[in-house]
């Protein structure tokens, strides 16, 4: 009788020992991280990314793909500078409007059968271009709230870590804990049978695009928050990021497989990724490749342990 | 009247009669000043994302998931690294190409090998790729701006009858791709593969070399493209791959490739390509900012989308 370790358990130690090898080294090179301030500046920029990932895991959810993450988040962050700060309502109204263009997204995306690369590739130039209407140049300025909510000090944990395991917890129970988010991960699954059950896979996609639009907001307003200023182009590499997030997290392209603390986690990675190697005194030119290295030797550890889970089970 | 009939079914034509409205449009606009001009303009700034769109539809022809994110990196890095490499010297132009062309063989032998050892899907490892690539394209640049030889700069702006020579050497690189794909083995292979790669392994294919040289080809366009780019904007700049990724897939669903796989299509490459290219101009003339500009390039892919997908339903 030997130990079995659940499938997701093993799913979600890659990342987390990821992370934790990550964050070792840092502290290694780096002592005086090791301290609320430390972890602070450490985390700091992970939390829009960690919303972003989040975002992008509700449409991996259902199978898709969306490549308009950056852009979106972009224009979440104009309207942040822009309308939030100076009439709340009408940008809480755009923002809340552009929620609404996810949902129809997903639900268009749904019944026309499209591939939802190209139909969020086609939104991408759509959103760049009412950011770049909005602010033709770098500016604007962050709303007082958010920018107390980002640089607030609470007691013991900085504020980056509260707001990543927060961020982990409400995802993951909209995702694994209620009804709507089971829906969502069985679309993902098999389409065929949610219909059959009786549920609307319709309702279920359209669901998933609202609250990746919803999540990805957030990201938007937490940049602006922490940059004080936005601009149009402010967070395009976010869509590659989010997926890599996503995927380093341990979810899956197909097959409704994501796991909201995974995803967080795995932001977090790519986000330490950056700090680690400036203590390594690497130039910073190799940062964006490093992360790009860090998700292959991650991905090659998964290859690993799947093996070794198959072994398991075959012997 | 069988002739037009069958000219409708083509999947590309549609490309082409989009294409040929906007340039109407534009020329009526002008009051048929800018007919030449325009028309040439097309021709010469089309040609990039033709070629680097003829690379992209072989890697999505291989059916659902296939695609290329590396494309504007290797670009990048193979503009910066040949133009370094020739250094200003008219007698290094054709080595430089090879360095290109080197580092195209490079970046796709390595995005299959990340495929198929890791056994990631193609977005994730050419994802990672582009990230080591770009990195790498940062470090070599730093910043400045290479010039390249100026017979080569020469070549890359000039042309017989006004004709740039980059739209020629677009021209032959798509009917070799035609050629490949229509008349000969590989192009069957890919197709299957596209269409179902367990019944195409079955059948004997050699998907994995199939698949394997598709991702080469693709990478080695994009070198390409980006020697010839670099050398024809006057230099290589780290952010002058950036709209091909966006580009390269759009031109490949606007041409009328299937998104799903096994059906490619050459010839509308060209009219989406020109259809990309006129609809920035159209909109230039009538004085619209690069928002509005964006705005609606978004709006015509999905509504191109929306409307092949209608197409599609009524076949069935």
């Known amino acids: 009788m030997s130990l079995r370790i659940p499938v997701d358990t093993i799913r979600l130690a890659v990342p987390v020992l990821a992370l934790s090898a990550l964050l070792i080294a840092v502290f290694w090179l780096q002592p005086r991280a090791m301290s609320y301030l430390g972890l602070n500046l450490l985390f700091n920029l992970a939390v829009p990314i960690a919303l972003a990932t989040v975002a992008q895991m509700f449409i991996l959810a259902v199978n898709d793909l969306d490549l308009s993450m950056g852009a979106f988040v972009s224009f979440a962050a104009c309207v942040t500078a822009t309308f939030l700060h100076s009439s709340p309502l009408l940008g809480a109204l755009i923002l809340a409007a552009a929620v609404a263009v996810y949902a129809a997204m997903g639900a268009i995306i749904h019944l026309r059968n499209l591939p939802s690369i190209v139909v969020t590739l086609g939104m991408s130039f759509v959103w760049t271009g009412i950011a770049v209407l909005l602010l033709p140049a770098p500016g604007g300025a962050a709303p007082a709230w958010v920018r107390s909510l980002m640089t607030a000090k609470p007691p013991l944990v900085p504020m980056a870590i509260v707001a990543s395991v927060v961020i982990a917890l409400v995802t993951h129970l909209i995702l694994m804990r209620t009804s709507l988010g089971v829906l969502i991960r069985a679309v993902g699954g098999n389409q065929q049978s949610v219909a059959r059950a009786g549920w609307s896979p319709l309702l279920a996609k359209a669901a998933a695009y609202a609250l990746a639009g919803t999540f990805a907001v957030l990201a938007g307003i937490a940049l602006v928050g922490l940059t004080t200023s936005a601009d149009a182009n402010i967070a395009l590499r976010y869509t590659l990021l989010s997926i890599a997030g996503v995927i380093l997290g341990g979810g899956e392209f197909v097959g409704g497989r994501v796991s909201p603390v995974g995803a967080v986690i795995g932001a977090l990675t790519l986000a330490l990724a950056g700090s680690f190697l400036s203590f390594l005194r690497i130039s910073p030119d190799w940062q964006i490749g490093a992360q790009g290295a860090i998700l292959v030797i991650v991905l090659a550890l998964r290859l690993f342990l799947n093996k070794l889970e198959r072994q398991e089970r075959g012997g | ?316």
Request: net charge positive; proline share 4%; hydrophobic share 60%.
């Open chain 2, 1 to 316: 009247m069988s002739a037009l009939a069958s000219l409708t079914r083509k999947p590309w034509i549609w490309s082409f009669v989009a294409a040929g409205l906007v340039w109407l449009v534009t020329v009526l606009f002008t009051g048929g000043a800018s007919a030449l001009g325009l028309t040439l303009a097309a021709l010469t700034f089309s040609s990039f994302a033709i070629i680097v769109g003829t690379g992209q539809m072989l890697v999505i022809t291989l059916g659902p998931g296939n695609i290329d994110l590396s494309v504007p990196a290797t670009m990048t890095l193979a503009g910066t690294l040949a133009l370094k490499f020739m250094a200003v010297d008219n007698s290094l132009i054709l080595p430089g190409l090879l360095v290109a062309i080197a580092i195209g063989l490079a970046v796709g032998s390595v995005n299959y090998g990340l495929i198929k050892l890791l056994r990631i899907p193609p977005i994730i490892a050419t994802l990672c790729m582009s990230f080591i690539v770009q990195s790498t394209a940062i470090w070599s640049n730093r910043g400045l701006r290479i010039k390249p030889p100026p017979a080569l700069a020469e070549f890359a702006t000039s042309g017989p009858f006004g004709i740039a020579n980059v739209a020629l050497v677009a021209l032959l690189i798509t009917i070799i791709a035609w050629i490949f794909l229509e008349r000969s083995i590989y192009g069957r292979w890919i197709t299957s593969i596209g269409q179902s790669m367990a019944a195409a392994r079955m059948a004997g294919v050699p998907v994995d070399g199939a698949r394997f040289l598709t991702y080469v080809i693709c990478a080695v366009l994009a070198s390409i493209a980006g020697y010839l780019l670099a050398s024809f904007s006057g230099g290589a700049a780290l952010n002058m791959g950036a709209e091909y990724l966006l580009m390269s897939i759009a031109v490949v669903v606007i041409g009328g490739t299937s998104v799903a796989g096994g059906f490619s299509n050459v010839p509308g490459i060209w009219g989406a390509s020109l259809f990309m290219f006129l609809v920035v101009s159209m909109l230039n003339t009538y004085g619209l900012g690069a928002g509005f500009r964006m705005i609606m390039t978004g709006i015509i892919i999905i509504a191109v989308i929306l409307l092949a997908s209608r197409r599609n339903t009524s076949l069935t």
